[in-house]
């Protein structure tokens, strides 16, 4: 048995084998682990790729040109680089990784989490930049049973739903008539400059108030964007029926929802309960519901978004519903953890004991000491 002291060879050897073998077996034992709101996340997803196909269905139909080049999954929800109806700068990747319908359980998570319940009031504010964003935001309205009170900014940026004769109001329409969506936005603004089409040409205004005026929604048209946002509260504080607001969802830059650009880099994408005082330029919606204690929900920054849920950027294909980790994580099989950690922790004990035997034993048998005799000098003389 010394030979299995603690510092040899052959009890070191045996020691990292072991290790080695019970971190294999550990890991490879993971199992996954279905998060919370599990069902209601993944009915969101599947209703998100059902709208997404029945207006894609809506789009070939009307024998409307699919990009493949800028729109790889051929979903026909990214739009043109340029249209009358464009009023800003848009990201083609930001609005390629929208159109994944798991986005839908993300806006599940984040309702969740705000404390929502089955028939509370949310306020949302759309814009024609997100639709794929818009579409998931709409299958967790309906996964959770929510009564939303929705306003849209019609205008678009790069690669949204800037087509005149098929903007955001026109799919939600297709999607309500299908049946898949039983809410609709009940007004609408020109969106963009001053929320009033700044920086659009005449032409571009007139189509998009035809729009409006097409889907059947109050049309939100105020001279300063002070009293837009004033409007757009109204609005909300009348659809509420008296009932307490308990979130508000903001889905891209919509101007009477942010107030200014700056605020919308100045709150957090996702989820804030608590709206942080801070110097906001001007207080829009997403400010003023925040103020009221109002849990925000801010989808804007979409690269922060794929970070913080694990969803993944420009997918091709797209993702099926049920896939990553908003929906399933890993977890350690708590069995198998504890048979190697007391496999490990035996093995240490019986080299421990053993080690503490062989000293005891090498103490008892060490001889005494002799006394050391000298011979004499003279000695050396016989």
């Not at 729109?71 to 990201?91: C, F, K």
């Not at 997403?286 to 922060?304: D, E, F, S, T, V």
């Amino acid at each position: 048995m010394y030979k299995f002291r603690a510092k040899s060879t052959a009890a070191l050897s045996i020691l990292s084998v072991l290790a080695l073998l019970a971190f294999v077996a550990v890991e490879q034992s993971k199992i996954d682990v279905k998060k919370e709101w599990y069902n209601e996340k993944l009915e969101a997803a599947q209703l998100a790729q059902k709208a997404e196909q029945v207006l894609k269905n809506y789009r070939v139909e009307n024998s409307i040109f699919i990009d493949v080049v800028n729109d790889p999954n051929q979903t026909a929800l990214i739009g043109q680089e340029y249209t009358l109806v464009t009023t800003d700068r848009g990201d083609i990747d930001a609005k390629l990784s929208t159109t994944n319908p798991n986005f839908a359980a993300v806006v599940v998570q984040l309702l969740k989490d705000a404390g929502v319940e089955a028939g509370d009031n949310i306020a949302v504010a759309l814009s024609g930049s997100f639709p794929g964003l818009n579409i998931s935001v709409a299958a967790a309205i309906e996964s959770l049973r929510l009564h939303p009170i929705t306003i849209t900014s019609v205008g678009a940026s790069n690669f949204g739903a800037n087509d005149p004769n098929f903007t955001w109001l026109d799919m939600e329409t297709v999607l309500y008539n299908s049946g898949l969506i039983h809410h609709r936005s009940v007004a609408a603004s020109v969106g963009g400059g001053h929320d009033i089409g700044r920086g659009l040409s005449p032409q571009g205004r007139n189509l998009i108030e035809e729009a409006i005026r097409r889907n059947g929604v109050t049309f939100i048209n105020e001279n300063h964007i002070e009293n837009s946002i004033e409007r757009r509260m109204e609005i909300y504080e009348k659809y509420s029926n008296n009932k307490p607001i308990k979130a508000f969802i903001n889905v891209g830059g919509g101007i009477a929802s942010l107030g200014n650009t700056i605020n919308g880099r100045l709150i957090d994408p996702g989820l804030t309960l608590h709206l942080p005082m801070r110097n906001f330029p001007v207080h829009g919606v997403i400010i003023q519901m925040g103020k009221k204690g109002i849990p925000i929900i801010h989808m804007l920054n979409i690269n922060r978004l794929l970070r913080d849920f694990n969803l993944p950027a420009s997918p091709v294909p797209l993702p099926e519903p049920g896939e990553g980790g908003i929906f399933i994580h890993k977890q350690y099989n708590v069995t198998i953890t504890a048979i190697a950690t007391a496999l490990l922790v035996l093995v240490i004990l019986l080299i421990y004991f053993n080690e503490k035997r062989y000293n005891r034993l090498g103490a008892s048998i060490v001889p005494a000491a002799t006394p050391m005799t000298y011979e004499s000098d003279t000695d050396d003389l016989l």
